[in-house]
């Protein structure tokens, strides 16, 4: 089975400042990570992905998230923040083991707010 | 550009309704997804298809049914809507490869009332 958990479901920072947007992930084996973006009104899109190659994966609109093993973790960084960053996140997880179908398991989803 | 598109944005619709979500996709995807999204929830898996005329049931599929009659196209099916079915609901697709991002639509948001 996999899980997604995202710690805090709602983060505030100014802008200009360190974003950061806590996932971890339960899985029985080797997983695939995604991290997506929903602005309000709209559908989710992709903001990056890992697949087992490199630990620290870099998205777009400046965005990176690091793989960590030992720590069952996904976090979501981006150095500083744009109001235009304002939205929601969503971590989403898959068993990397070819008999999955594609199904994601989706955390919870955290709203990032950008104070002027 | 990669395209899913759900027929509606907005419905509004009476307890005991039948109601049609429909979805396509243009990109010759073989996976599709219906999921429902709640504040608080975040996505719930419904039903989904890996091919055509195949369908497999999600994690909530109490109330739902689907069709997918050709590749392109995904429909859900709320045989009697009720008001806890109040919800936005949003398709997806996917290459077959389970590394292949999800492909989102804009969603519908459904009122029963």
């Known amino acids: 089975a996999q899980s997604v958990t995202q710690l805090g479901s709602h983060v505030s920072v100014s802008e200009g400042a360190l974003v950061l947007l806590r996932c971890n992930y339960s899985s029985s084996v080797p997983p695939y990570l995604f991290w997506y973006v929903q602005y309000p009104n709209q559908g989710l899109q992709l903001l990056l992905k890992?697949?087992?190659?490199?630990?620290l994966v870099k998205g777009i609109n400046g965005f990176e998230a690091e793989f960590k093993k030992s720590e069952t973790s996904f976090h979501l960084t981006k150095p500083s923040a744009h109001m235009s960053d304002a939205a929601e996140y969503f971590c989403?997880?898959?068993?990397?083991?070819?008999?999955?179908?594609?199904?994601?398991?989706f955390g919870q989803g955290t709203i990032l707010t950008v104070h002027p | 550009d990669v395209k899913v598109t759900q027929s509606s944005r907005y419905l509004v619709k009476r307890t005991g309704e039948k109601v049609f979500l429909e979805c396509v996709q243009d990109m010759d995807h073989e996976n599709m997804f219906w999921y429902r999204q709640d504040p608080g929830l975040g996505l719930r898996l419904i039903y989904f298809s890996y091919d055509v005329k195949m369908k497999e049931k999600g994690d909530i599929p109490e109330g739902y049914s689907v069709s997918r009659e050709k590749k392109e196209r995904f429909s859900l099916i709320l045989e009697s809507a009720s008001t806890n079915q109040t919800s936005m609901y949003l398709c997806?697709?996917?290459?077959?490869?389970?590394?292949?991002?999800?492909?989102f639509g804009n969603g519908t948001r459904l009122t029963v009332t």
């Open positions: 890992y697949t087992s190659a490199a630990t």
């Open positions: 997806a697709s996917s290459l077959v490869e389970d590394n292949s991002p999800l492909h």
């Open positions: 989403a997880v898959i068993n990397a083991g070819g008999t999955s179908y594609g199904k994601l398991t």
